[in-house]
């Protein structure tokens, strides 16, 4: 329920400086997938589910946050982002 | 510019700003970080940091905020407030003042909807407190083999702790529930970043809701609840997973209709059939699987560490704790050599039957060598823990013989 909005309380975000020492290794894809995920997450996410997923895992993945989580990703995107998780944080 | 707009660039410029740096690396040595099993990226990317009001926790993630408990904090029968894991689905955690907090107990199967502020909630009912321990449905998920995505906890995403509130059965009372009614849903003031994203809504059986222990606690080991385990008030559901003790509630309904949002028709889900346990959910089951309820029968050992090592003749205390679901833990068996001979361990005092159990166990003097110690508790329906992992997708219920290696020399 977005309390925040109904009542106008204040959010408390002190952990969005905190993320930002998150470092995602560099490689083709990087920034599409700083710009996607880090919409409804932290990066850290990402190392955290490293590496133990392939190609299709990190598929799968990328598509649950497009088709439950409601994440607006461009469907073009979607390869290149899935490669760079795999060729990145892959098995 | 909408919220979640703002807050991605908030979060952008930050990370353009430090450039990704890594003041916290040497701390990577630090042996709460250093769990053995858990994925090398877990490993790498953990932290010990400091939300605001706690102590140093292992970061898992930092948005949503997910923080484990080392486990040095659990050779206190109690986890300090400062100290207890924090746990979120979603990332728009607003602060709630004791004066806006509001409760709306609605619901197609109740007669008179109405409303609680934090004084009428604290006052219209009788007070109780209950000792329970509130543990992740995922703790230990990391140590799945093979791993399974989801975030990689340790052993830590648990808390033990004395909780003072109200029943929920007598604030139901009040609003006339009509027989109609199947669950209760839970809604708290937590919401997701975007609007397409499910809210995290959840819902237990009826039967549960009605049950003595089951609470609306406005105060943990008697100090308000801090803001990331649910200011000013949360659901306590004694004996099962954390994932229904909804942190900072605002609305509770009873309805006649199975509620079928995504966190209970899809998530925290279990395979039917594989898990030794007790209470069932029978209106949220399927044809293959069914929500997590009770917790499953297991044990922590708190002390010695992983490699430790020790001097010979010199007798080692082995230290920890057992939980189950409620029914009672019934005794701890020790094996210091690799599960092949078993001892009884001293239980500790008991707390209570949603409480986890202290146990200790004295090796005598070991001979010079490595030994593994492992510890097994068994509970009064006779459940005990197992040897092997039971898979499932989501890494639920992992009560695996922990097995600590030490060296004696």
Same mark, same amino acid.
């Not at chain 2, 029943?167 to 209760?184: I, N, P, S, W, Y």
């Not at chain 2, 005794?331 to 200790?360: C, H, I, K, P, Y």
């Given at each position: 329920m977005?309390?925040?909005?109904?009542?106008? +309380?204040?959010?408390?975000?002190?952990?969005?400086?905190?993320?930002?020492?998150?470092?995602?290794?560099?490689?083709e894809g990087k920034p599409l997938v700083e710009a996607n995920c880090s919409m409804c997450h932290s990066l850290d996410y990402i190392q955290m589910n490293s590496t133990f997923l392939d190609r299709q895992g990190w598929e799968a993945s990328v598509n649950k946050m497009i088709k439950v989580m409601g994440a607006p990703i461009r469907p073009d995107d979607v390869p290149l982002i899935v490669d760079y998780l795999n060729r990145n944080y892959g098995k | 510019m909408s919220f979640a707009r703002r807050r991605f660039l908030v979060a952008s410029a930050a990370g353009l700003a430090l450039g990704g740096v890594r003041p916290f690396q040497a701390l990577g040595a630090d042996p709460a970080l250093r769990t053995p099993g858990l994925p090398d990226g877990a490993l790498d990317s953990a932290r010990l940091d400091a939300l605001p009001g706690k102590v140093p926790l292992i970061k898992r993630s930092w948005r949503p905020p997910n923080f484990e408990t080392p486990v040095s904090y659990f050779e206190q029968a109690f986890t300090p407030n400062d100290a207890f894991f924090v746990r979120y689905h979603l990332a728009s955690i607003p602060e709630v003042s004791a004066q806006q907090w509001r409760l709306q107990i609605a619901g197609d199967a109740l007669d008179k909807p109405y409303?609680?502020?934090?004084?009428?909630?604290?006052?219209?009912?009788?007070?109780?407190?209950?000792?329970?321990?509130?543990?992740?449905?995922?703790?230990?998920?990391?140590?799945? /083999?093979?791993?399974?995505?989801? &975030?990689?906890?340790?052993?830590?995403?648990?808390?033990?702790?004395?909780?003072?509130? &109200?029943?929920?059965?007598?604030?139901?009372?009040?609003?006339?529930?009509?027989?109609?009614?199947?669950?209760? @849903?839970?809604d708290g003031a937590d919401g997701a970043v975007l609007d397409k994203t499910p809210d995290f809504v959840k819902s237990i059986p009826v039967w549960k809701a009605l049950d003595d222990n089951t609470l609306l606690a406005f105060e943990m080991n008697g100090a308000p609840l801090p803001h990331w385990n649910g200011y000013p008030v949360r659901v306590i559901i004694p004996g099962w997973t954390a994932t229904y003790w909804m942190k900072q509630v605002v609305s509770i309904q009873a309805v006649s209709q199975a509620y079928k949002g995504f966190w209970m028709a899809t998530g925290y889900r279990i395979p039917k059939g594989k898990f030794p346990v007790v209470d069932r959910f029978t209106t949220q089951?399927?044809?293959?699987?069914?929500?997590?309820?009770?917790?499953? @029968?297991?044990?922590?050992?708190?002390?010695?560490?992983?490699?430790?090592?020790?001097?010979?003749?010199?007798?080692?205390?082995?230290?920890? +704790?057992?939980?189950?679901?409620?029914?009672?833990?019934?005794?701890?068996?020790?094996?210091? /050599?690799?599960?092949?001979?078993?001892?009884?361990?001293?239980?500790?005092? /008991?707390?209570?039957?949603?409480?986890?159990?202290?146990?200790?166990? @004295?090796?005598?003097?070991?001979?010079?060598?490595i030994h593994t110690i492992m510890a097994r508790a068994t509970n009064r329906a006779g459940c005990t823990q197992t040897q092997d992992l039971i898979f499932n997708p989501a890494g639920y219920h992992n009560n695996v013989m922990q097995r600590i290696n030490i060296q004696v020399a």
């Open positions: 977005k309390l925040v909005v109904m009542l106008g +309380l204040i959010v408390a975000a002190p952990v969005l400086a905190d993320e930002a020492q998150v470092a995602l290794k560099e490689g | 409303e609680l502020n934090l004084e009428q909630l604290r006052t219209s009912f009788e007070q109780v407190e209950l000792n329970a321990l509130c543990q992740c449905s995922g703790n230990r998920r990391g140590l799945s /083999d093979p791993h399974v995505p989801g &975030v990689q906890w340790g052993y830590g995403a648990m808390g033990n702790a004395r909780w003072k509130g &109200v029943r929920l059965k007598d604030v139901l009372a009040r609003a006339g529930m009509k027989k109609e009614a199947v669950e209760v @849903v839970f089951e399927t044809e293959a699987n069914t929500p997590i309820t009770e917790m499953v @029968v297991n044990s922590l050992i708190t002390t010695p560490r992983n490699e430790q090592t020790f001097a010979l003749l010199q007798p080692i205390e082995v230290k920890g +704790l057992a939980w189950d679901g409620g029914y009672g833990i019934v005794s701890v068996d020790v094996s210091a /050599d690799a599960g092949r001979t078993w001892r009884t361990a001293e239980l500790g005092t /008991d707390l209570g039957r949603f409480s986890w159990r202290q146990w200790r166990f @004295v090796i005598p003097a070991p001979r010079p060598g």
